[in-house]
């Protein structure tokens, strides 16, 4: 279809690589322009979308191109993270608080690039899409700027400074390695925080590695993982946010994992609230605390 071809043709000038300029791509950024089949390009016009209802939805009427539920995280990881990445896409531009793996997370065109779009087809594109790229670089930078002052900021006992991304998930995880280790586990070596965004945000591979646990298989541990090397213990805590608490299957599966540990397990749920507690000590079958200590 002629726009689409446009579009990929806005890509490609826009310095995008072939996989980001395929037919998926083209038809994301047509929808964030809300280019219709016989929208002119100087229509082009910015609205916030989220990927399903949003962009999915208008591409399925508009272009009669359907896509499979399940895509929904293709549209996100092969083509809008790319965008966000180069400056012409802005990520939860409406709550740029929004935690990461939220069901009401959106994007819209950025105000810089959309300007452009609407030159496409005119004598003057060539030369704004030159000035664009040359500027490029600040609009990211200013970009990054923007979404480190949402993150969650974790320093440890090192000096070592985490950014968390945003979230009630990842500001728990924040208060267990600053408020709960200290507390309980006093001098305790952080080995694993995972994060909603990077599950391999800090990974101490020589302290798991001492430990024997395998290092290959990081992801399977629990969202913080604290040794206390005085008591020998290992710390495994779930914050428990958007997922429930330990139970006694995720404990034999973390039992399992550390069958070569000879630390002794200390099994923690860690909660942000009494009124998230409340609605997990009622239920059957669960675990707040658990010790073993071999």
């Not at 239920?283 to 200590?293: E, F, I, S, Y």
Request: with cysteine; aromatic share 8%.
């Amino acid at each position: 279809m002629k726009r689409v071809k446009e579009s990929q043709e806005i890509l490609r000038n826009l310095g995008l690589p072939p996989a980001q300029r395929n037919e998926m791509a083209a038809l994301t950024l047509l929808a964030l322009c809300g280019i219709g089949r016989k929208t002119p390009w100087s229509n082009a016009s910015r609205r916030s979308l989220t990927v399903t209802k949003g962009i999915m939805e208008f591409v399925g009427r508009e272009y009669r191109k359907e896509y499979a539920p399940n895509t929904r995280e293709t549209f996100r990881r092969q083509v809008l993270h790319q965008f966000v990445q180069a400056g012409l896409v802005d990520y939860n531009p409406d709550k740029p608080d929004l935690p990461t793996n939220s069901p009401r997370a959106h994007y819209a065109i950025s105000e810089d690039a959309l300007l452009l779009i609407r030159l496409f087809g005119t004598s003057e594109w060539q030369s704004a899409a030159t000035a664009y790229l040359a500027r490029k670089r600040a609009l990211i930078e200013v970009y990054r700027g923007q979404r480190v002052h949402h993150n969650v900021p974790v320093v440890l006992a090192d000096g070592t400074r985490l950014e968390l991304s945003p979230g009630e998930h990842n500001v728990l995880q924040a208060a267990v390695i600053t408020e709960f280790g200290p507390r309980f586990a006093p001098g305790a070596q952080l080995l694993y925080v995972g994060d909603t965004a990077r599950k391999d945000l800090y990974v101490d591979e020589g302290g798991l590695s001492q430990l024997e646990i395998p290092i290959s298989e990081h992801w399977k541990l629990a969202d913080v993982v604290l040794y206390d090397s005085a008591r020998n213990w290992l710390f495994l805590v779930e914050a428990v946010t958007s997922h429930g608490p330990m139970t006694p299957k995720r404990v034999l599966e973390l039992k399992e994992l550390m069958r070569n540990c000879r630390a002794g397990l200390v099994f923690v749920s860690a909660f942000p609230d009494f009124t998230e507690f409340r609605k997990h000590i009622r239920a059957p079958k669960t675990m707040t605390l658990q010790v073993n200590r071999r």
